[in-house]
């Protein structure tokens, strides 16, 4: 399943250009992702209570289109599990008339905050302690 977030450009995170800033892209990206689990059920007072949490290993960005003030964007977010202790994010970020603005691929994983180590099946680990497992499947 694909999960959205609605966003607009706002002026100061415009760089010198007048578009949207490159960092901005990553935040607007990190933001679907803690809304996705949010709606899961999974907010990050629940992960940390049980000693987990989401970490980045590996981020990509291809922009494709500048974004500018006052623009609404909709971020979108999937998790991709596979074998093994990560899994893929693949996210968009789509202009209103759907023109895609960024391509944002990554590899995730879920951390053990006691042993600092990767957890096995991070995707059945997070489907165990969410109320809506579905939307974190892709």
């Known amino acids: ?3 959205f977030v609605d966003v607009t ?3 100061y995170e415009l760089d010198t ?3 949207l800033n490159q960092a901005v892209y990553l935040q607007y990206a990190e933001h679907a992702r803690w809304e996705l689990l949010r709606a899961a059920g999974l907010p990050q ?14 981020v990509t960005v291809k922009f494709l289109k500048e974004l500018r003030g006052g623009e609404r964007v909709r971020v979108s977010c999937r998790f991709d599990y596979g074998k093994g202790k990560t899994f893929t994010v693949a996210q968009q970020i789509l202009k209103e008339d759907g023109t895609v ?7 995730a994983g879920i951390l053990d905050l006691s042993t600092r180590r990767l957890i096995p099946d991070p995707g059945g680990r997070l489907a165990s302690l969410a109320k809506d497992p579905e939307l974190l499947s892709g």
């Open 17 to 19: 250009q007048g578009h």
């Open 9 to 11: 450009v706002r002026g």
């Open 1 to 3: 399943m694909t999960f």
């Open 45 to 58: 007072e629940k992960l940390l209570a049980d000693g987990v949490g989401p970490v980045a290993l590996e």
């Open 101 to 107: 603005a960024a391509d944002i691929t990554g590899v």
